[in-house]
């Protein structure tokens, strides 16, 4: 009963350097998405995907990209890690918006990043 | 982009009492959802508000999506302590993407 993992949960990085936040999910979700979380300004939302081969960007991407090679796995990559990306990222994943669909965002339990 | 307000910030409450929050956005919503927030966790589904006007409960959480189709309403009855964490309201749902409130930070003291 996985629901929506992400790895690794805490990671610090040194400015500049680079890293992947994994996010897979086992629901068979066709949509993906990734959101930041800082504090008092709520979750906002990254890049999404809504379908395999599919992305987009959201609020925030700068910094980031997303590729969507599968339906399972949803990568967040940062390719120079700067302070101010020191966030919770969280994962979420969701069946496509339809009829008895309540909108529901499955999340995972979130990375913690820390960049000096 | 679509702005959500939502106030208050956060409470401090004693067991037992009851909690009101608030949302208000700058555009018109066809969706409300309240999320809920426990401590190092991601957020889970609370409520979810499809129609102006309509009122949800969910135990002891009842939540109103208002007339003006801008403001959305959620209030917790007799809070208990693992009513702990942050309270979110979102909206509309469209290809995955939602639209967060800041948050309400909602702490139960015994």
């Known amino acids: 009963n996985a629901g929506v993992t992400q790895t690794p949960k805490f990671q610090v990085l040194k400015t500049g350097q680079s890293m992947t936040l994994q996010c897979a999910q086992d629901?068979?979700?066709?949509?993906m998405s990734w959101y930041r979380q800082d504090p008092g300004m709520g979750l906002r939302l990254i890049h999404y995907?809504?379908?395999?081969?599919?992305?987009d960007q959201g609020e925030v991407p700068n910094g980031y990209n997303v590729s969507r090679s599968t339906t399972e796995d949803f990568p967040l990559r940062l390719l120079s890690a700067a302070p101010s990306q020191t966030s919770v990222y969280f994962c979420?994943?969701?069946?496509?918006?339809?009829?008895?669909?309540?909108?529901?965002?499955?999340f995972g339990e979130g990375s913690r990043l820390t960049v000096l | 982009g679509q702005q959500l307000n939502q106030s208050p910030q956060s409470m401090f409450i004693q067991e037992g009492e009851d909690v009101s929050m608030n949302c208000t956005s700058s555009?018109?919503?066809?969706?409300w959802l309240w999320y809920k927030q426990d401590p190092g966790e991601g957020p889970v589904l609370l409520i979810a508000?499809?129609?102006?006007?309509e009122l949800t409960s969910n135990g002891r959480l009842t939540a109103q999506f208002g007339i003006t189709r801008k403001d959305s309403f959620l209030n917790i009855s007799a809070s208990i302590p693992s009513d702990v964490g942050i309270y979110f309201c979102?909206?509309?749902?469209?290809?995955?993407?939602?639209?967060f409130g800041t948050g309400t930070r909602l702490q139960v003291t015994l």
């Open positions: 629901m068979n979700h066709e949509y």
């Open positions: 979102a909206g509309p749902y469209t290809a995955s993407k939602l639209t």
């Open positions: 995907s809504v379908g395999a081969g599919i992305t």
């Open positions: 979420a994943s969701s069946p496509p918006p339809g009829v008895g669909n309540t909108g529901e965002l499955f």
């Open positions: 508000l499809y129609k102006a006007g």
């Open positions: 555009s018109i919503f066809n969706t």
